[in-house]
């Protein structure tokens, strides 16, 4: 009879549910748009998660149990998550109770970058591992960090919050509170921001022109549609993608000289413009370190895209139930 | 028969050498000017823990190994020193094989800032704490990172270069290549250079006064001065200290997104002038960060002082030899 384990993955925009076999296989997939309400968000993930388990157990498959992946910052020995931004009314919200109450199968909680690190490391680009740290560039920015082959949670799972690393004191003001965050230059909202506040206004014209925006429709623009803009030549777009590389590099060094892990992984939809920001990246963090320090350093692409997070999640139900048995 | 480990403290001024007990105390202890040339300071630092071991062994006491801390990334496994601020011309000097042809007896090496962690950990202020982060203010800044209880080293050494956190993309250049590294706003050297670049000429010409020296002689201020003149209220050099502490607050935020770990013990001798910096540091980093991780961070002082570095060297020793048994 195979065994699967029910993987969630809540994002931002979409909550994505899976059932995945012990060797990262997924079987069924399942994905929704999140409302970001605390009482709407919950009861859909609790509802997917059985929907699929019906469908598992009709084909006769067991399940192990359920691994949930959440955004933002989560205990995961008490299964609580303390904020996130994509869920402004979370605070210290008791996600181990609520599943507790529906369903009977073991859970496990994680932040949503830390089970995508689990993923890439058991099954993805970080195969083998025993440190790395996997970087999530989406709307915001993630961040999950592998020190002798576990995720670092620091006290009470504050470790990994990468996307509010400094790296100008003076600079954007962050939702966090914060000013100068690593995500406001390098996460697809930054990179609107640097388009938005270039003061190339003619190069950003003829971008818009390019998408087929004009300049009042500028705020429907997307990463995705710069990065076409990119591929199809747009000196504009390039040297928005090459101003992101410049400012990640600035980001990779006050996270190498602190950490001194030489593997970053990069995944989340804006890794997709990887050749326009890679080598500018490579470049300020080269011309910003010692030598030994930037001879050693290896960015890699994610390779499991957006199923790592479940896939990782599910990951870790299945190590923690063979530790159990 | 009493046992006694060799603790060693190579800083960039000094050479510290002590016989140190298992329980944190220091029997004998000796303090050497270090000289900055390669050859000039290893033999002298064979030579004073032979000194050392000699009078132990006169008062009967048994020599358990020799533990050494030395400035620079330093690989813990092979020994090897990779690069080192104080001493420009260490590339992979190889500190293993030179002292196990110096002494017979066991050693263990470590960077210099990791030593003062574990013993600010075994004897001193982080004391029972299984997560903390010693930052040493002295003339740069060093970073240990306790993680789980050991020393987190990262891939062959690299960690905990804190010093070299970006809090200005843009800021002052550092000996590192760096741009706006930590090390330049916090450090003695830091501190200095914000005297120095202080667009208040009139307030830094009445401390220099105060101080008993001319404009032409402002390269001899010290930090040791500057915190006397703000004790006796001079106002430039509260400024100075103030604006140091914010800078301090922004690499927090960093450092703290990171790796979320509650607990920074600040030591190192610039961290004498606690009193003027600490609330701007805690101020600026609780403006720039979510609540809840505000309310988390402790900041205390460093217990042991100059001798953090030989009593966690020492009490490495002690733990290696125990386990070994």
Known sequence: MPVYAIGVDLGGTHLRVGAVRSDGTIEIKEKL?????????????????????????????????VGLGFPGIVDPEQGIVYQSPHFPD??????????????????????????????????????????????????????????NGEVFHGDGGFAGEVGHLVIEGDGASCPCGGKGCLEMYVSATGILRLVEESEDRR????????????ADQSYRLTVASLYEAAREGDLFAHLIFKKMGSFLGIGLVSLINILGIETVILGGGVSQAWDFFIEPAKKEFSQRTYKETARRLKILRAELGDDAGLIGASGLLFQKSQKDR
Chains 1, 2 share one sequence.
Do not use: C, Y
């Not at 999140?34 to 609790?46: F, N």
């Open 90 to 147: 979370w605070n210290r919200l008791d996600l181990h109770s609520f599943f507790k109450r529906e369903f009977r199968w073991p859970i496990v909680i994680d932040n949503d970058a830390n089970m995508a690190a689990r993923g890439e490391g058991r099954h993805g680009a970080a195969r083998g591992l025993k440190n790395f740290i996997l970087l999530t560039l989406g709307t915001g920015v993630g961040g999950g960090i592998v020190a």
């Open 203 to 214: 190069g950003r014209e003829q971008l818009l022109g390019r998408v087929g925006l004009t």
């Open 33 to 65: 748009p999140a409302e970001a309400k605390k009482g709407e968000v919950l009861s859909p993930v609790a509802d997917a998660v059985k929907r699929i388990a019906d469908q598992i157990s009709k084909k006769g498959g067991t399940i192990a149990g």
